[in-house]
């Protein structure tokens, strides 16, 4: 391609030069799995002078090759610039990579450190958005009322955590990281601080059963005897006809996979259901 341009008495000829460019094929793309929650995006290529480039994330770590058989190391840490600025992720936030979690939620079993289920906004999204349908079609006696109890279950969904410890299940509540959690008030039925030991617990189970017809449970119920005696029969308690403990029901705000999990590795007992 040329291209003439006159500038007076002196004329300028330029001639341009398409530029070659070596072009790279990839001949094979393939995913491998490196880990739990760490994935190896490996490139092959066919182009002179570059023999291979792999990109890998390991965990929030991403290296690249170079030409020349040098090569660089580039780290990036997984909200390392929130954690220069002080910020950590809040714990109303669910955790949405479930095979991370889970190996997050092995290594503080491993180590002995409390874990703070995750939290979980299907039923009380649920129940909010029925609320809201049914005051959209003008069928307001029902649609406030779940639409105010949606709204509250969605606050206690980010607010109240319920933890395991090392000995012992608890709540603590809080919109915060993990660290800056406070203690719940006091046991609203019994009195008493909100913490049971693991050895205390004679049953457990979620409603409706997981598994089943509905997509997931609305209430999380256990039982304890670490509740004096005495006590046994007030609030929910009222309603046991088998005795032997207290009973509690709560609103399932938090992750079921993830706590079914921990009653099991904590080793709460469980009445199995008759077939």
Partial sequence: MSAATTLGAHTTRATCTPRTTRSTTMSAASIRS???????LRLQSSAPGLTQLR?????????????????????????KFLKEMGLEKPSWLPNFN?????AEVDAKLEAGEAI???PDYSAAGAILGSGVLLNTIHIAPLGVPLSLLGAFLIFQTANVKFVFGDKDFYLKTGLGAEEELKASEENWVVGGENKWAYDSFVNWRFFP???????FPILVYFKETQTPEDKWNEGPGQLDKKGGGQVHFFPCVVDSDEMERLFIKKECKRIEEAA
């Fill in 98 to 102: 479930k095979e991370k979690r889970a």
């Fill in 209 to 215: 059963a997981k598994g089943g017809d509905f997509p």
């Fill in 55 to 79: 990109s890998a994330v390991t965990r929030g770590a991403v290296k690249a090759g170079t030409r020349g058989g040098r090569s660089a190391t580039l780290e990036v840490s997984a909200f």
């Fill in 116 to 118: 703070v289920v995750g």
């Fill in 34 to 40: 490196v880990g739990p929650s760490t994935s190896a």
